[in-house]
């Protein structure tokens, strides 16, 4: 009995031990594909804007980001199976995807562009007839299906791939995040902007947010509330300038 009752001690240490370690630690989902945003370096480190504004916010709450890095389609599927408490990866915010988690204020207002290569710029009169790459599981998918219907599309579950297929003339345009598209514009003089411009309010407007599983009001709450400290600190503006002013 004594050995037993020990034993269930031992047991019951190791629990508290165990969630005593979780609660200092915040595990975020990223698909580090995504430059300025979320991508590696060249220690194989995780950078990017996402990357600083998180531990940001984990500073403020005074715990450690631990990163799990997935597909972006992935992201959803894994945080509402909790293998992750919360999600950032440069994420918009929809109300298609506020049906399957909870969404922090918006700490970005971002836009949707299409590339294309210099050699197509001026035989491209309307995107909806060109053979279009987009990103599995994104927004920009769900806008080309939405918008254009019937179109030619090319899913990839990493921008890099979309961006090699696009060079080699796999695909006529690739549309993504404004940021995203032109980082990789700076890389290849050859890609060039088409067309305007897209804000639909109602796949782009609302802006990125950090992405936390529906009934974790509390955590949601936090999250808010270490935005919005990071932002009048005046610590939300040097992370912007660092990533997007200076380039």
Known sequence: MKKRLGL????????????????????????????????????????GFDIDLM???????????????????ALI????LRRYDAVISGMDITEERAK????????YQNYSIYITTKDKADQIKDVADAKIGVLSGSTHQQYIRDTYKGADVSVYPQYPAAMSDLAIGRVDVVFGDGEVVNDYMKE?????????????????GQGLGIGVGKRNTELLDQI??????VKESGKYDEIYSKWFEQQ
Request: hydrophobic fraction near 35%; glycine fraction near 4%; aromatic fraction near 12%.
């Open 8 to 47: 269930l001690l031992v047991a019951a240490g190791l629990l508290s031990s165990t969630t005593l370690y979780a609660q200092d630690k915040l595990v975020v989902g990223t698909n580090p594909a995504y430059p300025p945003f979320e991508y590696k370096g060249e220690n194989n480190e995780l950078l």
């Open 55 to 73: 531990n940001e916010v984990c500073n403020v709450l005074e715990k450690e980001c631990v990163y799990s890095e997935q597909e972006f389609d």
């Open 77 to 80: 599927p894994n945080l509402r």
């Open 100 to 107: 399957q988690l909870a969404f922090s204020d918006p700490y």
């Open 188 to 204: 290849n003089d050859n890609f060039t902007i088409v067309g305007e411009k897209v804000t639909d309010p109602k796949y782009f």
């Open 224 to 229: 808010n509330e270490a935005l919005k400290e």
